[in-house]
């Protein structure tokens, strides 16, 4: 299984981003993918999940700013990210989590957020 992220950048506070992550392999039955940051110097944290019935979950620093969204049949899940602080600069991780086979991670993406 290979998760691969892509769509980070740099970009000024208030601007956008689209980030991208498709899952590829031997794969079968996605139950929820999702998208994790973490700072220099802190610990991952979530900042949002789908589920294979397109159910979401958000971390309350992305609710109103961000969408997460899936395409089941490619396998790939997004994360626009509106409004943009520079406290969301992190490195974004692509999660994939599989219901017999557990989590997999992709090698993430830095987002940069300048003031």
């Known amino acids: 299984v290979q998760v691969v992220e892509s769509g980070g950048g740099l970009v000024q506070a208030g601007g956008s981003l689209r980030l991208s992550c498709a899952v590829s392999g031997s794969i079968f039955n996605i139950r929820a993918m999702g998208w994790y940051r973490q700072a220099p110097g802190k610990q991952r944290e979530l900042v949002a999940t789908i589920t294979s019935s397109l159910r979401t979950n958000y971390a309350d620093s992305a609710k109103g700013r961000f969408t997460i969204s899936r395409d089941s049949a490619k396998n790939t899940v997004y994360l626009q990210m509106n409004s943009l602080k520079p406290e969301d600069t992190a490195v974004y991780y692509c999660?994939?989590?599989?219901?017999?086979?557990?989590?997999?991670w992709g090698q993430g993406t830095q987002v940069t957020v300048s003031s």
């Open positions: 999660n994939a989590d599989f219901p017999i086979d557990g989590n997999y």
